[in-house]
């Protein structure tokens, strides 16, 4: 079946490096995406959205790419902080599901060594 | 303003127990969804609420889980007659949209 899927299950990066974060998808139905960031012992929080008719979307430190042709999703995040330290997953929504549910990928866990 | 929120935050069980778990979404928000996360484990989907439409129930594992909403607000996940393998953190989501907001989830420990 169509799913989610990450390149990387882990991550290592420098602080004040650039961290780049990969995801697939193979539904070419679905039409939004979201990453969120997880903390340890937290649940997931939003981090940044985009549509389909995008294929680039900054926000603070965040820029998430989007390339409909290979299904390729990624976020990144620049100079990165300890504070970054998190499992981040992309989302992905197919349009005409009659929902708007959501399904997960697996999950990059992202560590910052100071 | 007030986010999500889910009680109890742990909970240990004895096998063969039944337990509750609950979640305050946020208010005006239609959309209501359970998940569970295993150690260094995605999300898998458990069951999703919207509105007054019946709930979509695929992703629950057994016929030992099962949920409800209430008013279209408060919601309460039930696991009866716990299982080990029950033992993962439950989140709860809520959305307006497609944007979901969590909440901090409740570990769960089948002994």
């Known amino acids: 079946g169509e799913s989610v899927g990450l390149h990387l299950p882990t991550l290592s990066v420098q602080e004040g490096d650039n961290s780049i974060i990969n995801c697939a998808y193979s539904n070419s139905a679905s039409d939004y995406f979201i990453w969120y960031k997880q903390e340890s012992g937290k649940g997931p929080q939003f981090i940044i959205d985009?549509?389909?008719?995008?294929d680039k979307r900054q926000g603070q430190r965040v820029t998430v790419l989007l390339n409909k042709t290979v299904k390729h999703l990624s976020l990144q995040i620049a100079a990165t902080q300890p504070g970054d330290s998190a499992v981040y997953f992309c989302a992905e929504c197919p349009s005409g599901a009659g929902s708007y549910q959501l399904t997960f990928g697996k999950g990059t866990k992202l560590s910052v060594i100071p | 303003g007030a986010g999500v929120s889910q009680s109890p935050s742990n909970k240990v069980t004895e096998k063969g127990k039944d337990v509750e778990l609950r979640c305050d979404p946020i208010s005006g928000h239609t959309a209501l969804y359970w998940y569970r996360q295993s150690l260094g484990q995605g999300l898998e989907f458990l069951i999703y609420?919207?509105?007054?439409?019946?709930?979509?129930k695929s992703g629950l594992p057994s016929d030992r889980f099962s949920a409800e909403r209430t008013g279209g607000s408060v919601s309460t996940l039930t696991i009866q007659r716990t299982q080990q393998e029950d033992s993962a953190v439950y989140l709860c989501?809520?959305?307006?949209?497609?944007?979901?907001?969590f909440g901090p989830g409740t570990r769960l420990t089948v002994t």
């Open positions: 985009i549509r389909s008719n995008m």
């Open positions: 609420f919207q509105g007054n439409s019946a709930p979509d």
């Open positions: 989501a809520s959305s307006p949209f497609y944007e979901q907001y």
